[in-house]
């Protein structure tokens, strides 16, 4: 079973997403979701020119072999461009070996661990009355876990809280737009939005915040401590991440849950964070982490050490991303949470796919392979738009993270 083609598809249904699609000798196609978010182009430029050369001849089916050769053969390991590329071609791989099987992926991985996938939804507003009525959206929709985010008062703008709240979009202009934050207003504002949403859903009601890098390791305690009293499932990304024994710091000072990795793209950032404990929720994707293959590995590693998966599922994650999400996190045994953010119209029509939702659960496809693909033909009329995500300063013009 030899790869005889492989196109890299860049579109644009809404933003922009980058699919790398491989075709066998026996007629077999298999997908991977390859973006970037704000670098789309990076990845497709490293597919078109040093990756897919090496493929065109391969055996389909060593899916572990073509992992290590791109990885170990491009001698500079690891870094997101390098592993999103390597991610594509690994679900690729993984979707082809289903078709060949005729079975879902989730089966090749040893089956069903659970009956559903539990997701959770993005409520966010400016104002926590607005906050409220979100989140009372998301439980309507049978949502079991829903994050929070809200506008912090003299604050102009809030990263992670969008106009189009079912479609949220940061990646906002060609070149990246600039925000102010103020760490004060936040820390201030915040646990107190949470009062009010767990006096009005009650203590089932799954809830979790994304800080989004903005904290230092001691601010982030603090944080996490006056959170405590409404008993979150998750403090999400509450420092840059790069110092893994900062999480420390902020182990000492709080109880609350903390969930890392959406912007990692190996085991090894964050190998010390599951070994010492230091999280309790690993957010590593498909997409970014180097494909199905090395991302069960990270959660191999996290289940030694009672960590969960808590995948990423950011709107800018394609339905191929997704696709692939679910079928390892049906398989696994510490599987967690994935986040669900919901596709425009466009985008589901470019990248068809059986996986659904219901009752607050997402359902993998019963579909041989990982039962998605893309309409390359409805891809073509929508171009790529350059679209970056924006950076913060401080009150006085420090660049800020995010
Ligand atoms: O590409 C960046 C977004 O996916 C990210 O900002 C969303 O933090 C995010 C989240 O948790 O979904
Ligand atoms: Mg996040």
């Avoid at 497709?44 to 001849?57: K, M, N, R, S």
Wanted: negative net charge; charged residues 20%; proline residues 5%.
């Amino acid at each position: 079973m030899k790869i005889v083609d492989a196109r890299v598809i860049v579109t644009s249904p809404g933003r922009n997403f980058v699919t790398l699609k491989l075709v066998t000798d026996d007629g077999l196609t298999g997908v991977g979701d390859a973006t970037l978010n704000g670098r789309e182009l990076a990845v497709a430029a490293y597919l078109t020119e040093h990756v897919v050369p090496a493929l065109i001849g391969r055996d389909a089916s060593r899916i572990e072999d073509t992992w290590q050769y791109l990885y170990k053969g491009a001698y500079w390991r690891r870094g997101p461009v390098t592993m999103t590329a390597i991610a594509a071609v690994d679900t690729a791989l993984w979707d082809i070996k289903g078709k060949a099987a005729g079975m879902p992926v989730y089966q090749l991985l040893g089956g069903r661990s659970r009956e559903g996938v539990t997701v959770y939804g993005h409520a966010n507003a400016e104002t926590t009355d607005g906050v409220l009525a979100e989140v009372a959206r998301y439980v309507d929709l049978g949502y079991k876990a829903v994050r929070v985010q809200a506008g912090v008062p003299g604050l102009a703008t809030t990263y992670g809280v969008s106009g189009d709240k079912m479609f949220y979009e940061p990646a906002d202009a060609a070149i990246p737009s600039e925000a102010v934050w103020s760490t004060e207003r936040y820390l201030t504002h915040t646990p107190a939005v949470f009062a009010r949403v767990r006096d009005e859903f009650g203590p089932q009601l799954r809830l979790l915040h994304d800080v989004h890098h903005r904290l230092t390791p001691i601010e982030a305690g603090r944080l996490g401590k006056s959170l405590e009293p409404y008993a979150l499932t998750w403090m999400e990304d509450p420092t840059p991440a790069e110092l893994q024994e900062s999480l420390r710091l902020i182990r000492r000072h709080t109880t609350t849950p903390i969930a890392i990795g959406e912007i990692f793209s190996s085991i090894w950032d964050c190998q010390q964070l599951i070994a010492e404990q230091l999280i309790d929720y690993i957010r590593a994707t498909v997409v970014h982490a180097g494909g199905i293959t090395h991302l069960r590995r990270i959660f191999d590693l996290a289940a030694l050490h009672q960590v969960r998966s808590g995948s990423h599922g950011a709107t800018d994650l394609s339905p191929v991303c997704m696709s692939a999400a679910l079928h390892l996190d049906i398989s696994i045994p510490n599987f967690g949470l994935q986040e669900y953010m919901r596709h425009t119209a466009e985008t589901d029509a470019v990248f068809p796919h059986d996986y659904h939702f219901a009752d607050g659960y997402l359902h993998p496809s019963e579909e041989p392979g990982l039962g998605v693909d893309i309409d390359e033909e409805l891809a073509a009329q929508f171009p790529y738009r350059p679209a970056a995500l924006p950076v913060n300063r401080l009150e006085d013009g420090t660049l800020h993270s995010w």
